[in-house]
């Protein structure tokens, strides 16, 4: 059954250090999105990605935050300068068009 | 921004018990979906709903699309140690055609009784 997959599964960085996180979605899917989850906490929408360019975006996707497909399968999510507050897991999603989305395992994003 | 209020937080169960949670919002969404998460995974969809009104099944679990749009119940029947985890109830809105985001209720813990 074909899923969505995530890289790393666990990433340590150091505060003001940049990181990418990979996706690959669900190679039929048009929609991308990422979601984070701060532990023990609800997951929360960060942005939605269609068409080759954001489609929407919460507060929480502020300039430090980017989003990328660089080629036919791959979806990215940059931070640029990671802050404490970024340590949370980060889950990437597909769908197709109006149907319902499949998440990643997600990547645990820790800053030290 | 819009909200989900999902209840209860958390609730204990013994094997074979029914279990129901529910997620209510003051927004009207098109779609609703259950998730469920177990530790350290991704939120794996267990039901889409899609019209108002709609109830449907996935082997012991049940979900209802209220008629308002604005609220659905998830209902486990006969349950089993292994629907252990946190639910989560998911709504989305979509404009015009375009796919909204997801907002996301905050969960309902299940845990096995002592």
């Known amino acids: 059954e074909p899923e969505v997959t995530q890289t790393p599964s666990h990433q340590v960085t150091q505060m003001g250090q940049e990181v990418i996180l990979r996706c690959v979605p669900i190679?039929?899917?048009?929609?991308f999105y990422w979601y984070r989850q701060i532990l023990g906490q609800k997951v929360e929408f960060l942005v939605s990605?269609?068409?080759?360019?954001?489609?929407?975006k919460s507060e929480i996707f502020d300039d430090q935050f980017s989003v990328e497909r660089p080629d036919g399968s791959n979806f990215t999510l940059k931070i640029r300068s990671t802050k404490l507050e970024d340590s949370a897991m980060y889950f990437c999603?597909?769908?197709?068009?109006?149907?319902?989305?499949?998440f990643g395992q997600g990547t645990r994003l820790t800053v030290v | 921004g819009q909200q989900l209020n999902q209840s209860p937080q958390s609730m204990f169960i013994q094997e074979g018990e029914d279990v129901s949670m529910n997620c209510t919002s003051s927004s009207i969404f098109n779609t609703w979906l259950w998730y469920k998460q177990d530790p350290g995974e991704g939120p794996v969809l267990l039901i889409a709903?899609?019209?108002?009104?709609e109830l449907t099944s996935n082997g012991r679990l049940t979900a209802q699309f209220g008629i308002t749009r604005k609220d659905s119940f998830l209902n486990i029947s006969a349950s089993i140690p292994s629907d252990v985890g946190i639910y989560f109830c998911a709504g989305q809105v979509n404009y015009g055609g375009s796919q909204g985001n997801l907002i996301f209720g905050k969960g309902t813990k299940l845990s096995v009784k002592p």
């Open positions: 999603a597909s769908s197709r068009e109006n149907t319902e989305a499949f």
């Open positions: 190679s039929n899917h048009l929609y």
């Open positions: 990605f269609y068409n080759n360019e954001i489609s929407e």
């Open positions: 709903l899609y019209k108002a009104g």
